[in-house]
């Protein structure tokens, strides 16, 4: 019964199983690092160039923001311009890049190959002082001599790149503008012809002439008084010379009326009053006539005053269209206001736009000039890539470490998958944990005499053991040699 209690311990177990399996276990093992040696033998050394260009912002000012897009619009713009296929095709051809591939793929597979192996970094820098970009153009080949030429190369295409789209934008950005003055300019000169045309047609109906509109009404309505009086005068001459006219003519001559008109004049005006003024020129004229010829009172004096009747008659419908006239004009200055407001209103805001675009004009003419003289930002190499003295990829050492880290699990796992696979009974205590019935005596292993038929299995396991690690290893050089993509799989963080 003591004896039935008894069961092995697990490094007992652990020892059984190694012992048993030693061999499935030693084949898995070799036969892994047969796969996996090759590989960290034979996969391609892969070469990292890394020039830094630095970009410094010498003039930040509003004008050359005016004319050139953003700093790091352009960049993005160079970056795509660098990577397109043509750019691309043109680096592969020149420094020949990608020898082996280009006779197995096709080159539309080898610039995008060659876009992965190509990695540009931005960094910028904000201080008081003005802006400072750096970048970072790295290139991972397999050649050591093509990891320091291409990023060489496409530095300085960054910087001739660079300086090309500057000149060729701030060029049409001046250019654009100066169309865009010309526009505004001719806007303006419409608007100045529309206003020049509204009051040549509303002459006397502008707002700055309705004071001297009402002055001149007032003295029209004047004068129509005036001229109303004196019809009035002449009816009542009339009436009087009609009455007396058998005893003959002894009314007031024209030169009586003239200076009774005057004194009424007087009454009212300055002498300075054109009324007055002429008043007194027409009594100096009549007296001059009178005293030079001499001439004998009028023998039809109603006749006379009938032509004087009809000639105040005449001014006063003169008089009265003129003052029509003039309402009118008065009326309608409102309303002519208004339209010329909107109309002054367009001539401001195509005044005001064509200032606008004629200032963003002249600078953009001074951002070209200094474009032209010197650069505002200065591209430069700061550190161009040299030849690399070692491989950036792989890392042989941790592949080797993986390699044998991995068989030693396979063969583990080998051992473990033979034993659970393995169904008999090799110890008196798994007989025990499986049935209940007492076991009365255990026979130990009675190795046998080599005989020439174990001897011959003997050999032809391990010849069969050899040619598959052979295979296996053949294998791995043949996927491992000249592939670059493997490398970057397992370097990936490192390149």
Not at 13 to 29: C, E, M, V, Y
Not at 135 to 143: E, N, P, Q, T
Not at 392 to 400: E, K, S, W
């Amino acid at each position: 019964m003591a004896q039935s209690m008894i069961r092995d311990s697990g490094l007992e177990i652990a020892l059984n199983i190694l012992h048993r399996r030693k061999w499935s276990g030693f084949i898995t093992f070799v036969a892994t690092l047969s796969l996996a040696v090759p590989f960290a033998l034979f996969l391609p050394n892969v070469y990292r160039g890394v020039t830094t260009v630095i970009v410094e912002n010498q003039d930040a000012s509003s004008v050359l923001r005016v004319a050139v897009p953003e700093l790091e619009t352009r960049l993005v713009t160079i970056q795509q311009e660098l990577l397109s296929r043509a750019r691309l095709t043109d680096l592969i051809v020149r420094f020949n890049l990608y020898s082996s591939w280009r006779k197995q793929l096709s080159m539309e597979a080898i610039v995008e190959r060659m876009r992965r192996d190509i990695h540009i970094e931005l960094s910028r820098t904000d201080r008081d002082r003005p802006t400072t970009i750096g970048l970072k153009i790295s290139y991972v080949g397999v050649d050591r001599e093509s990891a320091a030429t291409v990023p060489n190369a496409l530095a300085a295409l960054y910087v001739d790149e660079n300086t090309r789209i500057r000149e060729q934008q701030s060029s049409e950005m001046a250019e654009f503008l100066r169309k865009q003055v010309e526009a505004a300019r001719a806007a303006v000169d419409v608007q100045q012809a529309r206003i020049n045309r509204f009051k040549e047609e509303h002459v006397g109906q502008l707002p700055e002439q309705v004071s001297i509109n009402m002055v001149t009404l007032e003295r029209l309505n004047t004068r129509l008084r005036l001229n109303t009086d004196d019809q009035l005068r002449i009816r009542e001459l009339q009436d009087r010379l009609a009455a007396t006219a058998s005893v003959g003519y002894d009314a007031p001559d024209r030169l009586q009326n003239l200076k009774q008109r005057l004194a009424e004049l007087q009454s009212k005006y300055t002498d300075q009053h054109p009324d007055v003024i002429r008043a007194k020129a027409e009594i100096a004229e009549l007296e001059q006539q009178r005293s030079s010829a001499a001439l004998p009172p009028p023998k039809r004096p109603i006749s006379t005053t009938e032509g004087e009747l009809a000639s105040l008659q005449r001014e006063e419908r003169t008089l009265r269209s003129e003052i029509a006239e003039y309402e009118e004009r008065i009326q309608s200055a409102p309303k002519v206001e208004q339209q010329l407001e909107a109309l002054q209103r367009d001539y401001s805001s195509a005044k005001e736009s064509y200032g606008s675009i004629l200032k963003r004009y002249e600078e953009a003419q001074l951002a070209d000039n200094l474009e032209q003289a010197k650069k505002p930002e200065s591209f430069r190499i700061l550190d161009r890539a040299l030849v690399p003295a070692g491989p950036a990829a792989p890392n042989r050492l941790r592949l080797f470490l993986m390699a044998l880290f991995f068989a030693t699990a396979c063969a583990v796992g080998m051992m473990l998958l033979r034993e659970h696979l393995d169904t008999s009974f090799h110890t008196v205590g798994e007989l025990r944990q499986f049935t209940t019935v007492p076991i009365l005596a255990s026979i130990p292993h009675v190795p046998s005499r080599t005989t020439l038929l174990n001897a011959l299995r003997l050999v032809l396991s391990i010849a069969a053991v050899a040619l598959l690690c052979v295979l296996l290893a053949g294998f791995a050089y043949k996927t491992a040699q000249h592939n670059t993509q493997l490398v970057w799989m397992l370097s990936a963080p490192q390149i």
